[in-house]
């Protein structure tokens, strides 16, 4: 829901698009500032009520903020969780026994002081629980691109409805770093590296009850030096507000912030306080001499909470958006003369662009399939040329056969002839009365030409 009150995105709601016109005044540039005259008015007119009324509405309309928690299974993320919000958010724990790494949001409505707050959770489910955990990440940053893509395509639609959306966005990633008092593990360097430039990362050591004061201090020294030599980018609180500022840069110097989690109460004097308890002693989740979870609520909650969400609208989504628009071919680039241009002819350029790559495309195709028809055509004339020499190869054997057995049925017809001949001159023979011995020879004869 970018119904968040935001103030400068409320007083300028062309800029969530960055659509608006190069030529039109920014509050960025202060073109035209020159022509602003600074007048003192004569009476009372009342648009000093101007923050008040935001106060209001941005009352009425509630406010969202999504959390992402990462870190290995049964690190203390749902602990910290409830204990930073003192509710008991119900959550299942996870078996060491996933496949891959999964994320599992969760929406909850709650509600202090008539300020409603609408907080998602999104845990890592098995993280680094694999035994190749080469693509952990993975999961995550296409969670993280998932929420600003759905967001980007509500941007998108001619009828928005940004104000009833509701943002899933990942404003805030709390990393969990298990208390070694030894270095960062190649997962989680990995891992915040390739989400520095996607969300705000707060790294938190979990469970700091199980290091001891001095190791933690050695420890955190040696984190930051760590994150800072393989560029890993985290969330620096403010300085810009005075008010702030001094507190923040002193907040900064102590990340990462040392936590203990416990939804757990013990009397200690007269009041109830949430702590862990030990055969050795008490730990006290809100005693800034025990660990730094106050701190930690303090700059999450209480102080940066909306430059959180700001941050991640203005600089994490603003990349994603711009890369995806240029990926889109979309540029802010200026034309010949220093002109800008301007979306439209960005868009009628693309098109056109589109265009003649389809007709280009169609006519390879067609060139294509000519040519194809062609070859096709080549294959079929030699297969035609063949069949056919084939054919008359054939015809002229058969001619041949034909006459040699037109020949030999003539052969047979003379011999046949002249058999009959002879029979008939033996037969007159025998009639005349000659002897035996014709009969046998002509008993032969008739033999040879069964
Ligand atoms: P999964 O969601 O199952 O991955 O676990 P998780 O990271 O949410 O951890 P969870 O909060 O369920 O805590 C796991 C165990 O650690 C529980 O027994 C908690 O009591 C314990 N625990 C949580 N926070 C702390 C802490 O700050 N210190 C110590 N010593 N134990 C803690
Ligand atoms: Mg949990």
């Not at 923040?248 to 109460?265: D, I, R, T, W, Y």
């Not at 609520?297 to 959180?308: S, V």
Request: a neutral charge; aromatic letters at 8%; one cysteine or more.
């Amino acid at each position: 829901m970018d119904a968040s009150p935001e103030l400068p995105r409320h007083l300028v709601p062309q800029s969530n698009l960055g659509m608006r016109s190069p030529q039109s005044p920014t509050r960025e540039t202060g073109k035209h500032s020159e022509n602003v005259r600074s007048l003192p008015l004569s009476g009372h007119v009342g648009f000093d009520s101007l923050p008040d009324q935001l106060v209001r509405r941005s009352i009425q309309q509630g406010f969202c903020f999504n959390i992402l928690c990462i870190g290995e299974t049964g690190i203390g993320k749902s602990t910290l969780i409830n204990t930073l919000f003192n509710t008991n958010f119900e959550e299942h724990e996870s078996t060491h026994f996933e496949p891959s790494v999964k994320l599992k949001a969760q929406t909850y409505d709650i509600n202090e002081s008539n300020v409603h707050l609408k907080l998602t959770v999104v845990n890592t489910v098995g993280f680094g629980d694999q035994i190749n955990k080469e693509d952990s990440y993975m999961p995550i940053v296409d969670y993280i691109d998932t929420q600003f893509e759905a967001y980007l395509q509500e941007e998108l639609k001619i009828k928005r409805l940004l104000y009833r959306y509701h943002d899933s966005r990942i404003h805030v990633c709390l990393y969990f770093i298990a208390p070694t008092g030894h270095s960062l593990k190649s997962l989680d360097l990995i891992t915040m590296k390739k989400l520095d430039s996607k969300v705000n990362i707060i790294p938190v050591i979990a469970k700091a009850d199980m290091i001891s004061k001095s190791e933690l201090h050695k420890f955190k020294i040696k984190l930051m030096s760590e994150l800072v030599s393989n560029g890993v980018q985290i969330y620096q609180f403010p300085t810009y507000d005075e008010t702030i500022s001094k507190l923040n840069s002193s907040m900064n110097a102590q990340l990462p912030f040392a936590v203990v989690g416990s939804m757990e109460e013990i009397k200690i004097g007269n009041k109830m306080v949430k702590a862990r308890m030990y055969p050795w002693g008490i730990v006290q989740v809100e005693n800034e001499s025990h660990c730094d979870f106050v701190k930690l609520r303090e700059m999450l909650i209480c102080t940066n909470m909306e430059d959180l969400r700001d941050q991640t609208h203005s600089r994490h989504y603003e990349l994603y958006r711009r890369c995806k628009l240029e990926e889109m071919g979309f540029q802010d680039n200026m034309g010949p003369g220093e002109k800008p241009v301007s979306l439209q002819e960005t868009y009628e350029a693309k098109r056109h662009e589109f265009f003649e790559e389809q007709q280009r495309k169609e006519e390879e195709m067609r060139q294509t399939f000519v040519q194809r028809v062609r070859e096709k055509e080549t294959v079929l004339k030699e297969a035609e040329r063949e069949l056919q020499n084939r054919f008359e190869q054939l015809k002229r054997l058969h001619q041949d056969e034909r006459g040699n057995l037109e020949d030999k049925r003539k052969d047979l017809q003379e011999e046949v002839n002249e058999f009959n001949k002879r029979r008939a001159a033996a037969e007159l023979l025998q009639a005349q009365g000659f002897g035996s011995v014709g009969n046998t020879s002509l008993k032969k004869d008739r033999k040879t030409f069964m």
